[in-house]
């Protein structure tokens, strides 16, 4: 009986995934695995020996470039593995680079560009698993961990489409259904007495739908949080613990603290990264209206980063009452994205604290303690959910941050452009359909798969056909 | 119970459309065959309109006739006027329609199945399946006679207990004028088969001497008609004519203010009907703002004087009926001489059976046609001849013949049904093949001939045609690619032109305005060939990007569908799907990890997770 049946084996594309859980940092993996690795490899890296010609299993440096230029992204480590001993059992490459996530994205962009698919959530280990590599008794685990991988996944993505984003991602696929139903109707009962929608309606609709998805590629690729990083500018009066702050959150003694007010003069910025979200903080000088030329140098500057921020933490010490310099601060970071951080909490008497905390009732308010570094991490939780969520100009705008979803939305518009050409170009009706139909099954890999059904029901809702 | 003497290899149940196609597939196979009807008289009896073909279905009468079935074949024959739909869109959704004359389509199909060697048939009413040790082997009429064979095709079309409604009226029936099957359904539900209640309906009949045709636009079939049939050599010179005419407010008032008396609206019918095929008081219900509703009168045959309304189905009652047709320009004076009436019937929802169309209950025993929810002459048709084969190859234990997606109409019919099920029923629409650029009327000889050939259903003739056919198709379109020309014999030049000096005529062929006809003013070499073979040239070469991507596709959508599931393999003791994927998966029992993959409720991470546990099971 089982003779009949091939054994499963996926002898296809290439996949390329991020292997590193973002936001640990150090180094960060970019792998790809299957039959045309190292052809993609040799388009993307710089470097002494071409991937394609390095003997198995070693190590080159390098530089991973823009496709067809040599624009450089990001200095590497590139290990070339052949098969059988990898872990997919297919040609593999490993691109290590000890960027920020926003690095490790572009270079798995560029992998991406020169031939590779995205990996679904636990495909290397599926692969493992199918060409051999993993025992077959382990099947029941396997089956286990690309579950979990999955429904992880999900639930990220689903976490990035709340509101707006799936608000959005919904109205695009129900105007094509719309469109694509006007289509099929007229394929399917050339003989009926329809007024379908015409050509400049259709050619309007998609001009929105793609521009809709534009703004929304837009808030990915310019989006500054990848690029730049979020910027978190920390602001209070002189000696709240805002040096002792930065520090707890990069959990490195990098700015001075000192008892003494005033000790930070000028902007002293770092690198982080915050649950996958890439972040740059900003230590400031303690906000005080004074004469002092120095200070008031860098106030200046305080005022400036303020201006600048994608968020604010304002550090307030829980041990007193604000006092006349923190209600004009209050005053300049007023419009602006903020979180209030009652620190010393250690010091804080339990009347002074309430007093606060009654204060900024309606605010985002944090406790916590920089010295003994507690309330830390759900500080670094609440603003990465707030980037996620991130306004990009306070429009309502979103920000599209999962890079399977990007992916999805180019190929979509892809399919839209196409469609549009063929439209402009008077070609019959079903070529026009064709492409649509890939660009509503690349939107439904984000929100749920689009079938025949759902244009048949808009058909016949909207269309009396039939004899 | 008397047995009959000689026991056969298959007996079919029901000489529908399904059934017809079935029998002669299995007769022509080598298979003793019987061939069972309740009414020799109405063997293939187009219940509803008399036409054969239109959108996908023509695709579905031509993928038959590739196979070697008989339905083009009696369709030309029996035609009265033939069109192509959709001329003016690409080639891929043109589609074959004929007017047919439902007498000679009835005879001429009893005709085939009379003459056919291994076919034996006979009048009687089925009343059971006889079922033993969970396999079917044979049958039991109503006169208590039992009839032995190995394999039992079932195609009963609406018959299983059809309940006919006209207004308030109603009375079991299998279609109007004959007698309903009882207990068939009954007995197979005993045995454990889930039973649905779909409905159909059909509009009247006219007096065709009664019609004022001057108040009505006539519709024109084509003038050089092409045959479905491969086998066919001529059409008859028939030029039958269609008239159109339109409802208007009058009629709507007559039928809104007699929804009381509609069995639809009052709550009797409770069957679901096709949205595809909605009745006149549907269309008048559900879409108030439309002035007029299209109908078109179509002649019932050469021989007699009868017109079927197409567009005007409806269960009202029948003086409502008449009176709101009254109302009709061109039917003012019109007599009525049979009542539009809506049937419910039982069918069996199609996921219990495995793409074979063999039920997975009961081993040989085969459903195709109406109880499976479909609806349409071709659907019919097309699963019976699949059942047919597969019967017959099941017999032989010979590998299953199941058609993908990717390489017919009829792929796509199976397979949603047997992986999705329906609702109302289903009838086939282009939009549902994903390949649809390839899944055209003029190639469906290349995709299925040799299959039909392979199985001995088509006649070496036909194949050798085939075969030469091909090779001048191919040798033209590699001449089409050699051959170049001057850019300055193309008065007006593209963007793209004005950089080449020479092109080739396949390159000239892709721009838009210029046909396989206009190659032959510059080509001096070129040949006369003919029309059919023209066409398929011209669109291989004109839509070659989009044909080129569409293959893209299919070979991606092959990979999944060349994973089989062996039918040993079981989901109960497995870890890692949904609670919901799994009891479908159960339910639905793919053959491939591709038909997996369609199952709704099943998401990409549950088929990784099947081809794990796929790959421990078959590497024990
Ligand atoms: N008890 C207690 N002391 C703290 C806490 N955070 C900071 N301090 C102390 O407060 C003093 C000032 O800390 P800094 O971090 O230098 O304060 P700053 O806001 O950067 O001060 P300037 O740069 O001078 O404006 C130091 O002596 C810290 O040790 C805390 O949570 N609890
Ligand atoms: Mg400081």
Same mark, same amino acid.
């Given at each position: 009986?089982?003779?009949?049946?091939?054994?499963?084996?996926?002898?296809?594309?290439?996949?390329?995934?991020?292997?590193?859980?973002?936001?640990?940092?150090?180094?960060?993996?970019?792998?790809?695995?299957?039959?045309?690795?190292?052809?993609?490899?040799?388009?993307?890296?710089?470097?002494?020996?071409? *991937?394609?010609?390095?003997?198995?299993?070693?190590?080159?440096?390098?530089?991973?470039?823009?496709?067809?230029?040599?624009?450089?992204?990001?200095?590497?480590?590139?290990?070339?593995?052949?098969?059988?001993?990898?872990?997919?059992?297919? *040609?593999?490459?490993?691109?290590?680079?000890?960027?920020?996530?926003?690095?490790?994205? !572009?270079?798995?962009?560029?992998?991406?560009?020169?031939?590779?698919?995205?990996?679904?959530?636990?495909?290397?280990?599926?692969?493992?698993?199918?060409?051999?590599?993993?025992?077959?008794?382990?099947?029941?685990?396997?089956?286990?961990?690309?579950?979990?991988?999955?429904?992880?996944?999900?639930?990220?993505?689903?976490?990035?489409?709340?509101?707006?984003?799936?608000?959005?991602?919904?109205?695009?696929?129900? @105007?094509?259904?719309?469109?694509?139903?006007?289509?099929?109707?007229?394929?399917?009962?050339?003989?009926?007495?329809?007024?379908?929608?015409?050509?400049?309606?259709?050619?309007?609709?998609?001009?929105?739908? !793609?521009?809709?998805?534009?703004?929304?590629?837009?808030?990915?690729?310019?989006?500054?949080?990848?690029?730049?990083?979020?910027?978190?500018?920390?602001?209070?009066?002189? @000696?709240?613990?805002?040096?002792?702050?930065?520090?707890?959150?990069?959990?490195?003694?990098?700015?001075?603290?000192?008892?003494?007010?005033?000790?930070?003069?000028?902007?002293?910025?770092?690198?982080?990264?915050?649950?996958?979200?890439?972040?740059?903080?900003?230590?400031?000088?303690?906000?005080?209206?004074?004469?002092?030329?120095?200070?008031?140098?860098?106030?200046?500057?305080?005022?400036?980063?303020?201006?600048?921020?994608?968020?604010?933490?304002?550090?307030? %010490?829980?041990?007193?009452?604000?006092?006349?310099?923190?209600?004009?601060?209050? !005053?300049?970071?007023?419009?602006?994205?903020?979180?209030?951080?009652?620190?010393?909490?250690?010091?804080?008497?339990?009347?002074?604290?309430?007093?606060?905390?009654?204060?900024?009732?309606?605010?985002?308010?944090?406790?916590?303690?920089?010295?003994?570094?507690?309330?830390?991490?759900?500080?670094?939780?609440?603003?990465?959910?707030?980037?996620?969520?991130?306004?990009?100009?306070?429009?309502?705008?979103?920000?599209?941050? @999962?890079?399977?979803?990007?992916?999805?939305?180019?190929?979509?518009?892809?399919?839209?452009?196409?469609?549009?050409?063929?439209?402009?170009?008077?070609?019959?009706?079903?070529?026009?359909?064709?492409?649509?139909?890939?660009?509503?099954?690349?939107?439904?890999?984000?929100?749920? !798969?689009?079938?025949?059904?759902?244009?048949?029901?808009?058909?016949?809702? %909207?269309?009396?056909?039939?004899? | 119970?008397?047995?009959?003497?000689?026991?056969?290899?298959?007996?079919?149940?029901?000489?529908?459309?399904?059934?017809?196609?079935?029998?002669?597939?299995?007769?022509?196979?080598?298979?003793?065959?019987?061939?069972?009807?309740?009414?020799?008289?109405?063997?293939?009896?187009?219940?509803?309109?008399?036409?054969?073909?239109?959108?996908?279905?023509?695709?579905?009468?031509?993928?038959?006739?590739?196979?070697?079935?008989?339905?083009?074949?009696?369709?030309?024959?029996?035609?009265?006027?033939?069109?192509?739909?959709?001329?003016?869109?690409?080639?891929?959704?043109?589609?074959?329609?004929? +007017?047919?004359? =439902?007498?000679?389509?009835?005879?001429?199909?009893?005709?085939?199945?009379?003459?056919?060697?291994?076919?034996?048939?006979?009048?009687?009413?089925?009343?059971?399946?006889?079922?033993?040790?969970?396999?079917?082997?044979?049958?039991?009429?109503?006169?208590?006679?039992?009839?032995?064979?190995?394999?039992?095709?079932?195609?009963?079309?609406?018959?299983?207990?059809?309940?006919?409604?006209?207004?308030?009226?109603?009375?079991?029936?299998?279609?109007?004028?004959?007698?309903?099957?009882?207990?068939?359904?009954?007995?197979?539900?005993?045995?454990?088969?889930?039973?649905?209640?779909?409905? &159909?309906? &059909?509009?009247?009949?006219?007096?065709?001497?009664?019609?004022?045709?001057?108040?009505?636009?006539?519709?024109?079939?084509?003038?050089?008609?092409? /045959?479905?049939?491969?086998?066919?050599?001529?059409?008859?010179?028939?030029?039958?004519?269609?008239?159109?005419?339109?409802?208007?407010?009058?009629?709507?008032?007559?039928?809104?203010?007699?929804?009381?008396?509609? /069995?639809?609206?009052?709550?009797?019918?409770?069957?679901? $009907?096709?949205?595809?095929?909605?009745?006149?008081?549907?269309?008048?219900?559900?879409?108030?703002?439309? /002035?007029?509703?299209?109908?078109?009168?179509?002649?019932?045959?050469?021989? &007699?004087?009868?017109?079927?309304?197409?567009?005007?189905? &409806?269960?009202?009652?029948?003086?409502?009926?008449?009176?709101?047709?009254?109302?009709?320009?061109?039917?003012?004076?019109?007599?009525?001489? =049979?009542?539009?009436?809506?049937?419910?019937?039982?069918?069996?929802?199609?996921?219990?059976?495995?793409?074979?169309?063999?039920?997975?209950?009961?081993?040989?025993?085969?459903?195709?046609? +109406?109880?499976?929810?479909?609806?349409?002459?071709?659907?019919?048709?097309?699963? $019976?001849?699949?059942?047919?084969?597969?019967?017959?190859?099941?017999?032989?234990?010979?590998?299953?013949?199941?058609?993908? =997606?990717?390489?017919?109409?009829?792929?796509?019919?199976?397979?949603?049904?047997?992986? #999705?099920?329906?609702?109302?029923?289903?009838?086939?629409?282009?939009?549902?093949?994903?390949?649809?650029?390839?899944?055209?009327?003029?190639?469906?000889?290349?995709?299925?001939?040799?299959?039909?050939?392979?199985?001995?259903?088509?006649?070496?003739?036909?194949?050798?045609?085939?075969? #030469?056919?091909?090779?001048?198709?191919?040798?033209?379109?590699?001449?089409?690619?050699?051959?170049?020309?001057?850019?300055?014999?193309?008065?007006?030049?593209?963007?793209?032109?004005?950089?080449?000096?020479?092109?080739?005529?396949?390159?000239?062929?892709?721009?838009?305005?210029?046909?396989?006809?206009?190659?032959?003013?510059?080509?001096?070499?070129?040949?006369?060939?003919? +029309? =059919?073979?023209?066409?398929?040239?011209?669109?291989?070469?004109?839509?070659?990007?989009?044909?080129?991507?569409?293959? +893209?596709?299919?070979?991606?959508?092959?990979?999944?569908?060349?994973?089989?599931?062996? /039918?040993?393999?079981?989901?109960?003791?497995?870890?890692?799907?949904?609670?919901?994927?799994?009891?479908?998966?159960?339910?639905?029992?793919?053959?491939?990890?591709?038909?997996?993959?369609?199952?709704?409720?099943?998401?990409?991470?549950?088929?990784?997770?099947?081809?794990?546990?796929?790959?421990?099971?078959?590497?024990?």
């Amino acid at each position: 009986m089982k003779k009949n049946f091939k054994s499963t084996s996926l002898d296809e594309d290439t996949i390329a995934a991020i292997s590193t859980p973002l936001g640990e940092g150090g180094l960060g993996v970019v792998r790809i695995s299957g039959r045309e690795a190292f052809v993609i490899a040799d388009k993307i890296f710089r470097g002494k020996v071409k *991937p394609s010609k390095a003997p198995s299993h070693t190590v080159h440096y390098g530089k991973v470039v823009v496709l067809n230029t040599d624009e450089e992204i990001d200095e590497v480590l590139l290990t070339v593995m052949h098969p059988p001993k990898t872990y997919t059992k297919e *040609p593999l490459v490993e691109i290590s680079s000890h960027g920020s996530s926003f690095i490790l994205y !572009k270079i798995l962009n560029q992998a991406k560009e020169a031939g590779a698919r995205l990996a679904n959530p636990g495909e290397f280990t599926l692969r493992a698993f199918l060409n051999g590599r993993i025992d077959l008794a382990q099947a029941e685990a396997v089956a286990e961990l690309i579950k979990a991988k999955t429904d992880l996944s999900l639930k990220v993505a689903l976490s990035h489409l709340k509101g707006e984003l799936s608000f959005k991602l919904n109205s695009f696929r129900e @105007n094509l259904i719309e469109i694509l139903a006007n289509l099929e109707v007229q394929i399917d009962f050339p003989e009926e007495d329809l007024e379908p929608k015409d050509k400049e309606y259709i050619l309007k609709e998609l001009d929105n739908i !793609k521009g809709g998805i534009d703004k929304l590629l837009d808030t990915y690729d310019e989006g500054k949080i990848l690029k730049d990083g979020l910027r978190v500018v920390i602001v209070g009066k002189p @000696n709240v613990g805002k040096s002792s702050l930065l520090n707890a959150l990069l959990k490195e003694e990098r700015a001075i603290v000192t008892p003494v007010p005033g000790t930070t003069r000028d902007v002293i910025s770092e690198d982080a990264n915050f649950k996958g979200v890439p972040v740059r903080l900003f230590d400031t000088a303690g906000f005080r209206v004074s004469k002092d030329t120095i200070e008031a140098e860098g106030i200046k500057r305080t005022k400036l980063e303020i201006g600048k921020a994608d968020m604010i933490l304002w550090v307030v %010490d829980a041990s007193s009452g604000l006092d006349k310099d923190e209600l004009e601060l209050e !005053k300049q970071i007023e419009s602006f994205k903020h979180v209030v951080v009652l620190n010393k909490i250690d010091l804080g008497s339990e009347d002074s604290i309430s007093k606060l905390l009654d204060r900024f009732e309606n605010k985002i308010y944090k406790e916590i303690c920089a010295i003994k570094r507690e309330g830390i991490e759900d500080l670094i939780d609440a603003v990465a959910k707030e980037a996620i969520t991130f306004d990009r100009d306070a429009n309502g705008d979103v920000v599209l941050s @999962n890079f399977r979803h990007k992916d999805a939305l180019l190929r979509s518009k892809e399919g839209l452009s196409k469609a549009k050409k063929s439209l402009t170009e008077k070609l019959s009706l079903e070529f026009i359909a064709l492409d649509l139909r890939i660009a509503l099954d690349a939107i439904g890999e984000i929100i749920g !798969k689009t079938v025949t059904e759902d244009i048949l029901n808009k058909i016949f809702s %909207d269309f009396c056909v039939g004899k | 119970m008397i047995t009959y003497e000689e026991k056969f290899d298959i007996i079919v149940v029901g000489a529908g459309h399904a059934g017809c196609e079935a029998a002669l597939a299995c007769a022509r196979m080598g298979c003793k065959t019987l061939l069972l009807t309740s009414n020799k008289e109405t063997i293939a009896q187009m219940s509803c309109n008399p036409a054969v073909g239109g959108l996908a279905k023509g695709q579905l009468v031509k993928e038959i006739d590739a196979l070697g079935g008989e339905m083009g074949f009696i369709t030309d024959k029996a035609g009265i006027q033939f069109k192509t739909l959709n001329k003016k869109k690409g080639p891929a959704v043109w589609s074959s329609r004929a +007017q047919c004359d =439902r007498v000679l389509y009835r005879v001429y199909m009893r005709e085939s199945l009379e003459n056919q060697k291994n076919l034996w048939l006979k009048q009687a009413i089925v009343t059971e399946v006889l079922i033993d040790n969970g396999k079917a082997k044979g049958i039991l009429t109503n006169i208590n006679s039992a009839y032995l064979s190995d394999v039992v095709i079932l195609v009963c079309g609406t018959f299983l207990n059809g309940l006919i409604h006209i207004g308030l009226e109603n009375f079991p029936a299998g279609r109007a004028g004959e007698f309903p099957s009882l207990t068939l359904s009954d007995k197979l539900k005993e045995y454990g088969f889930e039973v649905g209640r779909l409905k &159909t309906g &059909t509009p009247p009949r006219l007096d065709g001497k009664t019609i004022d045709f001057s108040k009505t636009i006539p519709q024109y079939g084509d003038e050089n008609p092409k /045959p479905f049939s491969l086998k066919t050599k001529k059409l008859p010179e028939r030029h039958y004519l269609c008239h159109l005419t339109h409802t208007n407010g009058e009629t709507h008032k007559i039928i809104l203010a007699n929804l009381d008396r509609s /069995p639809l609206y009052s709550g009797v019918i409770k069957g679901i $009907g096709p949205r595809y095929c909605p009745s006149i008081e549907d269309k008048v219900v559900k879409f108030r703002g439309k /002035p007029r509703h299209q109908l078109f009168l179509e002649p019932e045959g050469e021989n &007699t004087t009868e017109y079927y309304v197409n567009g005007f189905a &409806t269960s009202l009652s029948e003086d409502v009926q008449l009176k709101a047709i009254r109302t009709v320009s061109g039917l003012e004076k019109v007599e009525m001489t =049979r009542p539009g009436y809506a049937i419910e019937y039982d069918f069996f929802p199609p996921t219990q059976l495995n793409p074979t169309l063999e039920t997975k209950l009961v081993e040989n025993l085969f459903f195709a046609g +109406q109880i499976n929810g479909t609806s349409g002459y071709e659907e019919a048709g097309a699963q $019976g001849i699949m059942a047919g084969i597969n019967a017959v190859l099941k017999l032989r234990k010979k590998p299953p013949f199941v058609l993908k =997606r990717c390489e017919a109409y009829i792929g796509v019919l199976i397979d949603d049904l047997v992986t #999705k099920g329906t609702k109302e029923p289903y009838r086939m629409f282009t939009s549902r093949a994903e390949h649809r650029l390839v899944l055209r009327e003029d190639n469906a000889d290349q995709r299925l001939l040799e299959y039909g050939y392979k199985f001995g259903l088509v006649s070496e003739k036909i194949y050798l045609e085939f075969k #030469k056919r091909k090779g001048i198709i191919e040798n033209e379109k590699k001449r089409l690619k050699k051959v170049k020309v001057s850019v300055s014999v193309f008065g007006k030049l593209t963007e793209d032109m004005e950089n080449h000096k020479r092109v080739s005529l396949a390159y000239a062929l892709k721009i838009p305005d210029i046909t396989y006809k206009d190659l032959a003013k510059i080509d001096k070499d070129s040949k006369e060939v003919p +029309q =059919r073979i023209a066409e398929q040239v011209e669109l291989e070469i004109k839509y070659e990007g989009y044909i080129k991507r569409q293959n +893209q596709e299919i070979e991606k959508f092959k990979r999944l569908e060349s994973m089989l599931i062996p /039918p040993d393999f079981k989901y109960d003791e497995l870890t890692g799907f949904k609670h919901e994927a799994k009891e479908k998966l159960k339910d639905v029992n793919p053959i491939s990890v591709g038909q997996a993959s369609r199952i709704s409720g099943v998401s990409p991470g549950d088929i990784a997770v099947l081809m794990v546990h796929l790959k421990k099971f078959l590497s024990k």
